[in-house]
């Protein structure tokens, strides 16, 4: 990537349609860089809707990624779910890369009960396998594990970049908001840019450059994230991430996920506050 864009989670409330390519048009309207297209229900879009997608995407130059459906669960009990969430991950990464979608986020599992590095171990067991099957369809988009914010979801910091730096085409998906309603830190530039400097040196410079990041404000408690905010109603600092995110030069997507009422505001808010401080440098 050679620059920062930032975009909506989803078709913005003010498109013509609910439609992902009515979405994509108003995205370019309001002058952002990007869209997320959700198929956080059900992984499905016919393939002549989605290379429509991506011709609009492409004519317009809004650059897209996709999410997956909630509902996978890598370390769920019984097989057949593990094959029904390995299978909902799959049929998103087809879609995105029809769609011309280079990354998808995906929530990858709960720990339950298990220790976190038995957890880890299943997670990266069976992402394994979705990826082998995604390389014998020789489908390359980037499968994004997010960095996810309860107590009792997997995701640290930690776990996202070391399957990142384990498993081929697997970049981390790093949620700002999330890593500071886990941890109620993480919310000032030293640490912003710690976890920068974290990413580099595990992955390398080439992560900094095709980053993947979520954002909003968050509501948070004892374990963690409550529900996504507007930047304005929640404590996150986003000015300190942004200059964070601009003296590190980072480059990728910044997808705004606040809530629907809120998103294209908080896209575009983020968007002119980066574009002002980059001014300043
Ligand atoms: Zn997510």
């Known amino acids: ?44 879009m016919s393939e002549a809707t989605a290379r429509l997608v991506a011709e609009t995407a492409a004519s317009t130059g809004i650059k897209l990624s996709a999410h997956a459906p909630y509902y996978i669960n890598l370390n769920a009990r019984e097989p057949d779910k593990v094959q029904a969430s390995q299978n909902r991950l799959l049929q998103t990464a087809r879609i995105a890369s029809w769609c011309g979608a280079t990354s998808v986020a995906f929530h990858a599992a709960f720990y339950f009960d298990d220790p976190p590095e038995k957890v880890y171990s299943t997670v990266k067991k069976y992402l394994g396998e979705v990826l082998d099957q995604l390389q014998k369809e020789n489908i390359q988009v980037w499968i994004r594990p997010e960095v996810m914010g309860k107590h009792s979801e997997f995701g640290t910091i930690e776990e996202i970049l070391s399957l990142s730096t384990e498993l081929e085409r697997v970049a981390p998906c790093v949620d700002f908001a999330h890593w500071h309603a886990r941890t109620g830190q993480y919310n000032s530039y030293q640490e912003f840019a710690s976890v920068l400097q974290q990413i580099e040196e595990r992955l390398g410079r080439t992560a900094l450059d095709d980053m993947h990041i979520h954002f909003s404000g968050i509501h948070y408690g004892a374990k963690g994230e409550i529900k996504h905010l507007s930047l304005q109603e929640s404590d ?46």
């Open 236 to 281: 996150l600092q986003y000015t300190e991430l942004l200059k964070a995110l601009r003296d590190y030069e980072v480059k990728g997507l910044v997808i705004c996920e606040s809530p629907p009422e809120y998103m294209e505001e908080d896209a575009l808010l983020l968007q002119s506050t980066y574009h002002t401080l980059l001014k300043a440098d």
């Open 1 to 44: 990537m050679s620059e920062l864009l930032f975009g909506t989670a989803g078709v913005p409330d003010s498109a013509k349609s609910h439609s992902s390519v009515d979405g994509i048009k108003r995205v370019s309207e309001l002058g952002l860089g990007c869209m997320e297209l959700e198929f956080v229900r059900q992984a499905k």
